[in-house]
């Protein structure tokens, strides 16, 4: 007779399960028992399938089906244990914080591509906008200034809202916790009046957010299609890879370098 695959890992599946029930019988003191019990399941084995002995082979199966309930009773706290290891082993609420986890990242990851190319697109385009993602502080005040939306965050979206004289591209779009709450949006307008005459209307409104709150805005310019970012009472001008690598990114939660996500 030739040992297959199958027969090699039938026979490593029989010798880790007399394994982890010697270990088992040997902490609760009674591992001469799994030595009497090997030697019977053994002669069983012998007596049914190997000499083919029918009579004895039937009372054997007999011992075999009432033995499994009585051993089944007498170790049941044995057993409980047994059980109780292999699932702590293979803990379904790890696995599923562990998922968890992994699908809020991608929710991130997804969140965060969609405000970069939106707002790469409308750079190449020169089409204006003004975005707000909030931060720890709330908005809410400004929000009940626009019109609610309370909507899916995606790059589609943003560019609709903002494309030219749709109704909703004068103002400002507010983003919180991966969804777009609130468009045209009237924000306070900075009064500091060191501002390069260049800047516009959205940028003054970008600075004043900023003077008043810790969100991040970002402007884009209609006339130079430049991005703008305004954050902590300054304002400055941005590529797409250090708004990706230094400011969206890290705002999501998203551990990045500059370096590996030029476009």
């Known amino acids: 007779m030739i040992l297959g695959i199958k027969d090699i890992i039938d026979i490593l599946l029989v010798a880790v399960l007399l394994f ?10 009674a591992s001469n028992l799994f030595w009497g019990i090997i030697a019977f399941v053994f002669a069983w084995l012998l007596v049914s399938y190997v000499f083919n002995l029918e009579l ?6 007999r011992f075999v089906s009432v033995g ?12 409980r244990s047994f059980f109780y290891r292999i699932g702590s082993q293979v803990n379904v609420e790890r696995i599923k914080d562990r998922w968890s986890r992994v699908k809020q990242m991608q929710n991130a990851q997804s969140q965060a591509d969609a405000i970069v190319k939106a707002c790469q697109h409308m750079s190449e385009s ?10 720890q502080q709330e908005l809410t005040a400004y929000e009940d200034t626009g019109e609610i939306v309370d909507a899916i965050l995606s ?17 400002a779009l507010i983003i919180n916790n991966g969804r777009i709450t609130a468009a045209a949006c009237i924000l306070p307008v900075s009064k500091r ?14 600075l004043g957010l900023a003077e008043k ?24 001008h941005v590529t797409i890879e250090e708004l990706r690598a230094e400011y969206i990114q890290p705002l999501f939660g998203i551990k990045t370098e500059i370096g590996n996500n030029k476009q």
């Open 213 to 236: 709150s810790d969100a991040l805005i970002i402007v884009i310019s209609e006339e130079t299609g430049k991005i703008s970012i305004a954050k902590s009472d300054n304002i400055k």
């Open 155 to 171: 790059t589609r979206l943003i560019e609709n809202i903002f494309f030219k004289n749709t109704p909703l591209h004068d103002g």
């Open 20 to 29: 982890a029930m010697y270990r088992v019988l040997r902490r609760s003191g």
């Open 126 to 135: 020169q089409t204006g906008a003004l975005l707000v993602i909030q931060a």
């Open 56 to 61: 004895t082979g039937a009372l054997f199966d």
């Open 193 to 206: 009046t060191d501002l390069p005459k260049s800047y516009g209307l959205r940028h003054r409104a970008a």
């Open 68 to 79: 499994a309930i009585a051993l089944i009773v007498i170790f049941q706290e044995e057993i």
